[in-house]
Nanobody, 125 residues
Framework: QVQLVESGGGLVQAGGSLRLSCQASGRTFSWYAMGWFRQAPGKEREFVAVMSYNGGWTYYRDSVKGRFTISRDNAKNTLYLQMNNLEPEDTAAYYC??????????????????WGQGTQVTVSS
């Protein structure tokens, strides 16, 4: 059973930056697309960004395009999310997730079957 552990969250002022990391266990990390989602209090979990298994394809929600960058290091079993120019609206718990099927490239919540425990990002104005 693959486990995902996020880190890197924290409190930052608007306009600041954070880099989230997601460490995956197991030997099949490079087979799967990986994504980032977030959930603010009282709201549904929403898609943020996804990267294909080999890094050749990425997709972002419109509100983070040009500010967030997803990347991965398959040799280290690690997924990253570089977040720049953060806004108060980015405040949420951020979760990394593994696609349920190898070599596919989904971005819907239903496409992902393994989730981390989340890391909190708080952006003050």
């Amino acid at each position: 059973q693959v486990q995902l552990v996020e880190s890197g969250g924290g409190l930052v002022q608007a306009g600041g930056s954070l880099r989230l990391s997601c460490q995956a266990s197991g030997r099949t990390f490079s087979w799967y697309a990986m994504g980032w989602f977030r959930q603010a209090p009282g709201k549904e979990r929403e898609f943020v960004a996804v990267m294909s298994y080999n890094g050749g394809w990425t997709y972002y929600r419109d509100s983070v395009k040009g500010r967030f960058t997803i990347s991965r290091d398959n040799a280290k079993n690690t997924l990253y999310l570089q977040m720049n120019n953060l806004e108060p609206e980015d405040t949420a718990a951020y979760y990394c997730a593994k696609d349920s099927n190898p070599w596919s490239s989904g971005y819907r919540y239903e496409d992902f079957g393994t989730w981390g425990q989340g890391t909190q990002v708080t952006v003050s104005s």
